[in-house]
């Protein structure tokens, strides 16, 4: 039940944009975006709870496509900052309650 | 506001030896959640709390981990006996509602390392 994400990896040059895609196998209501730089804790990027929805934090976005129970996570114009890496987490209407996290995505920004 | 505080934030052990964990949530938030995150991997839930009863420990392995929070605040994890694949970070978060619908706020976590 754990979401796949893809790539698996990605290496940017600053200013460049890309795009992390994370699909789940199970109907979702929710999906979480979270960054984890080396060594420290997952920081929460955003939320989105509806399908078809869409948000902006910066110059980072997302989607969440209910129907096809996939969320993508844009970051456009990227920053040495932006490097780490991204997660997608799930709750999914099957389990109640239940949160998973994704299988990340390493993303590195270099000058 | 105080963020998530973990404790200790590295151990070392033996193998088949006990461990604890502490964590303390931010002040006021409902649901607190252990994750285990093995070197290369994504946080995997172990258990979650609404208050002081669980919610979720579908993936805890529960003939060796425990966990409890009493009176809806401050959590402890134990790992008894502890094997060599335990050795990964373990992650407290904790949010204001119901966790699929509320921002995690995560912890520094405690690095385990088995023997």
């Known amino acids: 039940q754990q979401p796949v994400q893809s790539p698996q990896a990605v290496i940017l040059r600053e200013g460049e944009d890309a795009v992390i895609n994370c699909s789940s196998s199970k109907a979702l209501y929710s999906v979480h975006w979270y960054r984890q730089k080396h060594g420290e804790a997952p920081v929460f990027l955003m939320i989105l709870l509806k399908g078809g929805e869409q948000k902006g934090h910066e110059k980072i976005s997302a989607s969440f496509n209910e129907k096809k129970q996939q969320s993508s996570l844009y970051l456009t114009a990227s920053q040495l900052s932006y490097s780490g890496t991204y997660f997608c987490g799930t709750g999914t209407y099957n389990t109640g309650n239940q949160f998973y996290f994704g299988t990340g995505t390493s993303l590195t920004v270099i000058p | 506001e105080a963020g998530v505080a973990q404790s200790p934030r590295y151990k070392i052990i033996e193998k088949r030896q006990s461990v604890a964990f502490w964590c303390n949530p931010i002040?006021?938030?409902?649901?607190l959640y252990w994750y285990q995150q093995i070197l290369g991997q994504g946080p995997k839930l172990l258990i979650q709390f609404q208050n002081n009863g669980v919610v979720d420990d579908s993936q805890l392995p529960k003939d060796r981990f425990s966990a409890e929070r009493l009176k809806g605040v401050d959590s402890t994890l134990k790992i008894q006996p502890a094997k060599l694949e335990d050795s990964a970070v373990y992650l407290c978060?904790?949010?204001?509602?119901?966790?699929?619908?509320?921002?995690?706020?995560f912890g520094p976590g405690t690095r385990l390392t088995v023997l």
């Open positions: 002040s006021g938030h409902a649901t």
């Open positions: 978060a904790s949010s204001l509602g119901q966790g699929t619908y509320n921002e995690q706020f």
